[in-house]
T-cell receptor, first 112, second 111 residues
Framework: DAKTTQPPSMDCAEGRAANLPCNHSTISGNEYVYWYRQIHSQGPQYIIHGLKNNETNEMASLIITEDRKSSTLILPHATLRDTAVYYCIVGRTTDSWGKLQFGAGTQVVVTP | DADVTQTPRNRITKTGKRIMLECSQTKGHDRMYWYRQDPGLGLRLIYYSFDVKDINKGEISDGYSVSRQAQAKFSLSLESAIPNQTALYFC??????????FGPGTRLTVL
């Protein structure tokens, strides 16, 4: 399974866009990119996922490079409640395999 | 009410004791998972179940067992707890891998 590399931490000013990078250079053709976040000791929360095309929902946007070796999660207007650990995960959506490998993630701190 | 609930939320026990952590979900999902999280680390999968008759080991199943009593219930047992099983435990459910819904977690301390 493809592994991901994320920076251990980053800061962001409240109201500004937060751009979270993720490298997944060994991603295979049938693997999706997922993003989850975990607010201090709470259960992780799904944010967004994508395969090739850029995706947007009410929480965030996901930009995947054309070669699919990296992606960026964008929180368009960060708030203090967005302070959390953000996990970038690659995995397959099949009927017989449903495991997500969580790494160490990026600790994002949003400051006033 | 929460879609995924875990009981107990906190538990302190002694080495050698048998412990059961329970998970219930109201989302109607077939797939359920148990993860553990250690300080500063990501989540690691212990066991997963794709339906009531299907149980699979994850990456760290040694020392743990599970029971899928019904579609909505998935229990994790520590037959003989040891201190290095002190961790935060999460249950999750999903229809596919696209979105896993996590419970609030159980903080377990083994003395």
């Amino acid at each position: 399974d493809a592994k991901t590399t994320q920076p251990p931490s980053m800061d962001c000013a409240e109201g500004r866009a937060a751009n979270l990078p993720c490298n997944h250079s060994t991603i295979s053709g049938n693997e999706y990119v997922y993003w989850y976040r975990q607010i201090h000791s709470q259960g992780p929360q799904y944010i967004i996922h994508g395969l090739k095309n850029n995706e947007t929902n009410e929480m965030a946007s996901l930009i995947i490079t054309e070669d699919r070796k990296s992606s960026t999660l964008i929180l368009p207007h960060a708030t203090l409640r967005d302070t959390a650990v953000y996990y970038c995960i690659v995995g397959r959506t099949t009927d017989s395999w449903g495991k997500l490998q969580f790494g160490a993630g990026t600790q994002v701190v949003v400051t006033p | 009410d929460a879609d995924v609930t875990q009981t107990p939320r906190n538990r302190i026990t002694k080495t050698g004791k048998r412990i059961m952590l329970e998970c219930s979900q109201t989302k109607g999902h077939d797939r359920m998972y148990w993860y553990r999280q250690d300080p500063g680390l990501g989540l690691r999968l212990i066991y997963y179940s794709f339906d009531v008759k299907d149980i699979n080991k994850g990456e760290i199943s040694d020392g743990y067992s599970v029971s899928r009593q019904a579609q909505a219930k998935f229990s994790l047992s520590l037959e003989s707890a040891i201190p290095n099983q002190t961790a935060l435990y999460f249950c999750a459910t999903s229809e596919t891998t696209d979105t896993q819904y996590f419970g609030p977690g159980t903080r377990l301390t083994v003395l």
